[in-house]
């Protein structure tokens, strides 16, 4: 069976490494130097690997779920880790209010769902680049830009130009889960690859940091799914 693979090479990178997504694609990231032969000789190499960590029960295989959330008056939306309730409200706005609730305008759900959208990204924008920035001057690194992104399967990443990217799907998670995910990939800004010395660093600034990995790992496919 062949393996279908994405490469990213990086100046910075100094091993060769596998990741497999959520979304069940598989990311090899390598030095510049590794050639495509060397890569695909080592994806043989690790198929086994491979096909084990993409049979996965908990991370990678699907789980059954409700379907996605309802805007309908009495159901209830992730904020920071806190469900508020929805109430739909008639309007000649047809904007989304939050209000230690999420006040919708009584419209088709399609329109309420991307009003709803739109609000967490604007959130993410407001909250998650400015503590972003000020991790960075704590780190004492600089990252060529931060941005917010509609990544589902992904909550954050570090490109080989230093670019930040972060899901807004992470505005349903606690600050403690931001946070994590903000200092893990400006992290790779310091040591490119998960290194003991990597694993310090995000430590040092996040006490907090396996609570915040425990809750991603029982929560995350839930917030990632229902939008």
Excluded at 16 to 42: C, G, H, Y
Excluded at 44 to 62: M, R
Excluded at 190 to 212: C, D
């Amino acid at each position: 069976m062949n393996i279908e693979y994405e490469i990213r090479r990086s100046k910075k990178r100094k091993r060769l490494t596998i990741n497999i997504e959520r979304d069940r694609s598989i990311v090899v990231l390598a030095p510049e130097n590794v050639s495509d032969e060397r890569i695909k000789q080592v994806i043989d190499s690790k198929k086994q690997w491979i096909h084990e960590k993409l049979g996965h029960p908990q991370k990678y295989a699907p789980k059954p779920h409700a379907p996605g959330k309802e805007i309908i008056s009495g159901e209830s939306l992730y904020y920071l880790g806190r469900q508020y309730q929805v109430e739909l409200l008639e309007s000649s706005n047809d904007e989304l209010v939050f209000d230690n609730k999420f006040l919708f305008p009584l419209q088709d759900k399609q329109k309420n769902m991307i009003l709803l959208k739109k609000w967490y990204i604007k959130s993410a924008k407001e909250k998650i680049i400015p503590r972003a920035r000020k991790f960075a001057k704590d780190l004492g690194v600089k990252a060529e830009s931060i941005k917010i992104v509609d990544n589902k399967y992904r909550w954050g990443s570090c490109t080989t130009k230093n670019n930040i990217n972060i899901s807004w799907r992470l505005m349903q998670a606690p600050m403690f889960v931001i946070d994590y995910i903000i200092v893990h990939e400006l992290a790779h800004l310091i040591e490119a690859n998960h290194t003991p010395e990597f694993w310090n660093v995000v430590k040092a600034q996040l006490p907090k940091m396996e609570k915040a990995k425990l809750w991603l790992k029982e929560n995350g496919q839930r917030i990632q799914e229902e939008l």
